[in-house]
Every structure is written in structure tokens, then in C-alpha cells.
């Protein structure tokens, strides 16, 4: 083979990815329609492994362009925007007709809105936070609700979806900072510590997931925003020079590479 063509080879295993990405998300609605809800919820999950290994991949076999930028943020809207709307409208959402497609739509529109913020974002920023919800994390939320309601038994009341679900959407296009974990480095004391806790997480996931996932996406995204609010009360006066500008904050748009969570 010669090398123009081993490069171009190269060039599209990111999109595959991406590609695998779309397709969960896809695989998610189409199940959703048929009240296969688990299925749907597992779908948006798996989306997520692909969303982050197409950024991983493209960065290691230096094929990061433009086309990939934006083929990223389609397959996005469609897994982390559009199936976990659908998703929680049919399974918890639709008793409340308009109400009910409107909360979801929301969500949604938040989703494309802080995508849309991602690619237009240039600066080059520290990578410690992100800048508001990721997107995924927002998608896994919902996913997580169905998976933990239905392993656990809860009965739960449609309304608590109804405010979750907006709820996620404003946190996605928030200032609330949310940590990104780029700036993690096993070194020290605490490097133990992280491990036992990463350890510990993905086994209580691998071995029940519906438990895990909760504790995992609850803490995360409430962390953030009881995060937000304690350091608002701590310093009032440097909320906007130091907390919520944006060009102090780190948002997944402006990583290094054009690739990455949103």
C-alpha cells in the first residue's frame, strides 16, 4: 500500500468512530419508539465510549480536521441531544402532552445550543473545568434515571422527570463549572487515593450499573453546581473575574484539539 493511500486510510478511522457514535444514537431512538427503554439507555451509554475514543484516536494518529470537527458535533446533537429527549418524552414525559414534548424539546435545544457554542469557541484556556453541563454527562443523567428506576424497583412520579429534564438542559448551557479531570496526575498523596476511588467505581458500574451510574452522574452533576454556590457565597466579589467569566474558564470547545466532550 502505498503511503498517500495508508494516510488516507488513517485520516478516516476517527469518522469511524464518530460513525459508531451516530449510530447508537440512531439505535437508541429506534428502540425508544418500540418502549424498549433499557435498550435505548445502553445505546446513549455505549455513544459515549465512541464520542471519546474518536477524539482519542484522532489525536494519536494526528488526523484532527474540520470535517471531523463537525461530523463530531452532528453525531453529538443526535446521541446526546435528540435520542435522550426522545427517550425520556416516550418513557416518562408524554402523559403531559405539550408540557411534556416541551420539557423534552428543551433539552434538546440546549444540547445543540451548547454544540453550537463548541464550535465557535477558539481561545486557548486552562483545561481544569469545563463551562457548564458536557453534554454527555447531561444524556448519561437521563439514561442513568431509567436504568436506576427500573434495576431498583422505585416507583417514581413522572413530575420528577419533568423538572430533571429542563433542569439538565439549562445546566448544559450554564457559567456552573464542572470539573474535567484533564489536569489529574496520579503524584503524591492522593494519587492512591484517586485510584481506590476510580477502582471502586468502575467495579460498583461493571457489577451494578444502576447503582453506580446514579452515584456517578448525580454526584457529578450536582458537585458542580453546589460547587458554584459555595464558592459564590465565599466570594461574592470575584464571581465574575474568577469563577464564571469564560475566559478564565476551561470549556471542552476550547481543548487543544478540535476533538473532544461537549
Not at 27 to 50: C, K, M, P, R, V
Not at 128 to 141: C, E, N
Request: aromatic letters at 16%; a positive charge; glycine letters at 8%.
Amino acid at each position: 500500500m502505498r503511503p498517500s493511500n495508508r494516510r488516507a486510510y488513517i485520516l478516516v478511522i476517527p469518522s469511524l468512530f464518530t460513525t459508531g457514535n451516530l449510530f447508537c444514537g440512531f439505535y437508541a431512538i429506534i428502540h425508544t419508539f418500540a418502549s424498549e427503554f433499557e435498550q435505548a439507555s445502553y445505546a446513549i451509554l455505549l455513544a459515549g465510549i465512541f464520542d471519546i475514543l474518536d477524539g482519542r484516536v484522532a489525536r494519536f494518529t494526528k488526523s484532527t480536521s474540520k470535517f471531523g470537527v463537525e461530523y463530531d458535533s452532528i453525531a453529538d446533537v443526535v446521541s446526546f441531544g435528540v435520542a435522550p429527549a426522545v427517550l425520556v418524552y416516550v418513557w416518562a414525559l408524554q402523559p403531559f402532552g405539550r408540557l411534556g414534548w416541551a420539557g423534552a424539546f428543551f433539552f434538546a435545544a440546549c444540547a445543540a445550543l451548547r454544540l453550537a457554542r463548541f464550535n465557535t469557541i477558539s481561545e486557548e484556556l486552562p483545561k481544569a473545568y469545563f463551562l457548564g453541563l458536557p453534554t454527555p454527562a447531561a444524556a448519561y443523567s437521563i439514561a442513568a434515571s431509567f436504568i436506576a428506576f427500573q434495576k431498583l424497583n422505585f416507583e417514581y412520579s413522572p413530575q420528577i422527570m419533568l423538572v430533571i429534564s429542563p433542569l439538565l438542559g439549562l445546566l448544559m448551557v450554564s457559567s456552573i463549572r464542572y470539573r474535567s479531570f484533564k489536569d489529574l496526575q496520579f503524584k503524591g498523596a492522593k494519587s492512591f487515593l484517586w485510584l481506590v476511588v476510580i477502582v471502586g467505581m468502575i467495579t460498583l458500574i461493571a457489577t451494578q450499573p444502576e447503582i453506580g451510574l446514579g452515584i456517578l452522574f448525580g454526584y457529578y452533576v450536582l458537585g458542580g453546581a453546589i460547587r458554584e454556590v459555595y464558592l459564590f457565597i465565599k466570594n461574592p466579589g470575584d464571581r465574575n473575574k474568577k469563577y464564571l467569566a469564560p475566559q478564565f474558564i476551561t470549556t471542552e470547545e476550547s481543548e487543544n484539539s478540535p476533538r473532544g466532550h461537549s
